[in-house]
Structures are given as structure tokens and as C-alpha cells.
Nanobody
Framework: QVQLVESGGGLVQPGESLRLSCAASGITFSRYVMGWFRQAPGKQRELVATSTNGDYTDYAASVKGRFTISRDNAKNTVYLQMNSLKPEDTAVYFC???????????WGQGTQVTVSS
């Protein structure tokens, strides 16, 4: 059974930082592209960042330079370090795992990030 369990969300003020974690089980972690998506109320889910096993990373333009995705294959965990948070970063953040070269993908349950003064 595949599980992606996110943690680390919360309420912070603008300019502060948060680190999200996503622990994966039931998959061969190194064979998956790991990503973070987010969905704000009334908006579509959007890609935030992705990480391949080969250390290639990609970011949405809105978070480039502020967010950093990383992965620890030994711990089957992917992280999202979020710095200089803005109110527009408020959303539910979802962890995603997609098998390389296939359409197989899994989602976590999501963790709420709220940026407000």
C-alpha cells in the first residue's frame, strides 16, 4: 500500500519560513519523481517544485529563489523549504510521486500552509 504523508504545515507571518516533509512508503522511492503541488481556495492545483533522483529540480516561477526542494532517498522523504513566505503562498500543499516514464502517480493528503499577519 502506497502512502505519502505530509507534515510541517502551519500558520506563519509574511517573511517567515516553513519546511514541509513528505514521507513515502510502499514505493521504490528512487524510481519516482517527487513533487510538491498546492491548491488555494477557488483555484486549480498547481505545480510548485519537482525533484528527480538525478538531483534535477524545477520550480514554478512564483517560488523560484524562495523555495527549495530536496530529497533523502535513504529516508524515502522529500522536503520543501519555504522562505520569505507571502500571503499568496497560502494553500493546501500536496506531495506527489510519479513513476519515471509512466503515468502512475500518487498523492498525499495535503497539509495546510497559511501566511497571514
Amino acid at each position: 500500500q502506497v502512502q505519502l504523508v505530509e507534515s510541517g504545515g502551519g500558520l506563519v507571518q509574511p517573511g517567515e519560513s516553513l519546511r514541509l516533509s513528505c514521507a513515502a512508503s510502499g514505493i521504490t522511492f528512487s524510481r519516482y519523481v517527487m513533487g510538491w503541488f498546492r491548491q488555494a481556495p477557488g483555484k486549480q492545483r498547481e505545480l510548485v517544485a519537482t525533484s528527480t533522483n538525478g538531483d534535477y529540480t524545477d520550480y514554478a516561477a512564483s517560488v523560484k529563489g524562495r523555495f527549495t526542494i530536496s530529497r533523502d532517498n535513504a529516508k524515502n522523504t522529500v522536503y520543501l523549504q519555504m522562505n520569505s513566505l507571502k500571503p499568496e503562498d497560502t494553500a493546501v500543499y500536496f506531495c506527489n510521486a510519479q513513476r519515471v516514464g509512466t503515468a502512475q502517480r500518487f498523492w498525499g493528503q495535503g497539509t495546510q500552509v497559511t501566511v497571514s499577519s
